[in-house]
């Protein structure tokens, strides 16, 4: 049974930061790009970031840039997202999702809550 995993959610203040982890299980790992893609409230899913097999090449959404990094430990079948200088309008439930373009298998979820 494919299984992803998010945790590293919470709330944080404008300009703190975060790092979300998703662990992978179920599938191999490293046969698939990965994605973090997040849901604001009473918005559709929104794709933040991705990542290709090796590590070697990401791609980030304009408004996160500089600001998001996404990275992979194949080894450990973990995906992050380190996320610095967090603003309101990242408030949203974030979700790991195996593969690019499609995000139909993807995690539960965990909530990122910024605000003062």
């Known amino acids: 049974e494919v299984q992803l995993v998010e945790s590293g959610g919470g709330l944080v203040q404008p300009g703190g930061s975060l790092r979300l982890s998703c662990a992978a299980s179920g599938f191999t790992f490293t046969n698939y790009p990965m994605s973090w893609v997040r849901q604001a409230p009473g918005k559709g899913l929104e794709w933040v970031s991705d990542?290709?097999?090796?590590?070697?090449?990401?791609r980030y959404q304009d408004s996160v840039k500089g600001r998001f990094t996404i990275s992979r430990d194949n080894a450990k079948k973990t995906l992050y997202l380190q996320m610095n200088s967090l603003k309101p309008e990242d408030t949203a439930v974030y979700y790991c999702?195996?593969?690019?373009?499609?995000?139909?298998?993807r995690g539960q979820g965990t909530q990122v809550t910024v605000s003062s």
């Open positions: 990542i290709n097999i090796g590590g070697g090449s990401t």
């Open positions: 999702a195996r593969g690019r373009f499609s995000y139909t298998i």
